[in-house]
């Protein structure tokens, strides 16, 4: 799908397989490996072969980054939309991931929440949605209920320098595998947006350029429906009626017209 030509139908599509990525029993392997994406040869291609095609939907690919625990692509990827992307349609997909975070799927990264010192950016990307969805809508409530329950712990200067320097990659802790992670869940590499062989600065741009294609699109579209209604417009516009001279033959005389000669009209 990264090459459809049909944009509307690609979207259609890459959201219907994420809610099957990411509700389906057969395909927990997947998502296994998908959690390895930083840690894993086979789970960073899973993940960058994904990403091509989910970059037709914002919600795909929040939801593909909350899967490989790429929390600061996640934060990224929020704070990179702009006001055409959150419509109606994404809300309907934001509302559905939300209730998806509250399933047994993504048990991992409630538990995660635990230690919000170590996942300081998946604390960013769950308050970006938070921050993105309606106060009135049942899934801002679910999402800010969720929130409350993380532990208060304090953050320390050494953290929050981290987070304000765009680089949480400094603590790090080994997984059983014995490959070096760092406490938000990514590899702790030289360059902090290069991380087990994936850019994701390079990654980030191409979803950009997707996203500009659609808004494009959109436009384009909004355009043809404008412009088809002002022709319908313009065809079904009666045209003003003028008066027949038949008619006028027609009409009864009016009592002027009946006076005889030398009579005044009153």
């Known amino acids: 799908l990264e090459g459809e030509a049909d944009l509307d139908f690609a979207s259609i599509m890459v959201q219907a397989l994420n809610l099957i990525l990411l ?8 998502r296994d490996l998908l959690k390895q994406s930083l840690v894993n040869a086979a789970g960073k291609d899973l993940f960058l072969s994904l990403y091509a095609s989910w970059c037709h939907s914002p919600m795909a ?19 990179s939309l702009v006001e055409e992307d959150i419509n ?37 990307a769950l308050y970006g949605l938070l921050m993105l969805l309606p106060q009135q809508s049942k899934a801002f409530k679910i999402l800010r209920t969720r929130l409350k329950t993380v532990p208060s712990y304090s953050f320390n200067d050494e953290q929050f ?6 680089n949480p990659y400094s603590h790090i802790h080994h997984m059983s595998s014995g490959s070096q992670v760092s406490e938000d869940g990514d590899m702790n590499e030289d360059s902090w947006h290069v991380k087990n062989g994936i ?42 009626q003028r008066p027949s001279p038949v008619a006028d033959l027609t009409r009864p005389p009016s009592r ?3 006076r005889g000669p030398g009579q005044l009209q009153l």
């Not at 975070?101 to 998946?122: D, K, M």
């Open 23 to 30: 509700t389906s029993s057969e395909l927990s392997v997947l």
């Open 61 to 79: 690919i929040i939801s593909l980054c909350l899967l490989a625990q790429t929390y600061q692509h996640a934060s990224s990827v929020i704070q």
């Open 88 to 124: 109606v349609k994404f809300l309907v997909q934001l509302d559905k991931l939300i209730h998806l975070l509250e399933t047994p799927i993504f048990a991992y990264l409630r538990l995660q929440l635990l230690e919000p010192g170590r996942y300081i950016w998946l604390l960013k």
């Open 161 to 166: 320098k981290q987070t304000l320097s765009g």
């Open 199 to 240: 850019n994701f600065a390079s990654r980030l741009q191409q979803f950009e350029n997707m996203q500009q294609q659609h808004r494009m699109h959109l436009k384009s579209q909004a355009k043809l429906r404008y412009s088809s209604t002002s022709s319908e417009k313009e065809v079904q516009r009666p045209e003003p």
């Open 256 to 258: 002027s017209s009946r």
